[in-house]
């Protein structure tokens, strides 16, 4: 019987020094027509792994529309991230999560992946509630108004995220490090659809 107690007092042990002081309570929220296109190459793994770094993402959710494959569906749900299928306005019913999660006592940082301005009074509602404010977003067509909303800005390109003053070339894979979006999703039947719509 002792080996076991041991074994407990050592399973305790380590998880008490797993417990992340400081870290932050992360609310991730991704616009999917928007942002998840071939020509934009967003790679879902790489944002996770970076607001992994910073700290602990409490929800994370991918909106869609009705033309998301179900390939697309499954690999979100392969990230780790909650696939929403929304049958009218995808930005509507991002809006309304995101005013929930600057409600939601239990989130500090609200990020967005996003490249549409419709969202600048959600970011400054949620500045405005004491949130900390993310934004990602890909050029072209990455809104002026988001930029200058959020506390922090990483813009994505095809080989490297940077941040939007960031100069800097230090530390950005190239694209031998890191997993191509379009690989991932080779049919990108979800992409296709948007351009039929």
């Known amino acids: 019987m002792k080996p076991v107690k041991s074994g407990l007092d050592s399973i305790s042990k380590y998880l008490r020094t797993k ?11 991704v616009d999917g027509p928007n942002i998840l296109r071939k020509e934009f190459d967003v790679n879902l793994e790489e944002i996770r792994d970076v607001l992994k770094d910073y700290g602990n993402i409490k929800i994370g959710r991918v909106f869609l529309n009705q033309y998301a494959s179900d390939k697309l569906v499954e690999a979100i749900e392969n990230h780790g991230l909650e696939p929403i ?18 409600y939601n006592p239990n989130i500090d940082t609200l990020a967005i992946v996003t490249r549409d301005a419709d969202f600048k009074p959600l970011l400054n509602k949620a500045n405005e509630h004491g949130k900390e404010t993310i934004i990602f977003g890909v050029e072209p067509g990455f809104s002026t108004a ?10 994505m390109g095809k080989n490297h ?3 939007y003053d960031d100069e800097d070339e230090e530390g950005k894979p190239d694209a031998s490090e890191r997993e191509e979006y379009h690989e991932e999703y080779p049919e990108d039947e979800y992409g296709e659809s948007m351009e039929k719509a």
């Open 161 to 163: 995220m940077s941040g």
């Open 19 to 29: 417990k992340e002081v400081g870290r932050r309570k992360i609310g991730l929220l």
């Open 146 to 155: 988001l930029k200058n909303s959020a506390d922090y800005v990483i813009l």
């Open 85 to 102: 299928i929304c049958s009218s306005d995808v930005d509507v019913r991002l809006a309304v999560e995101g005013m929930e999660l600057v």
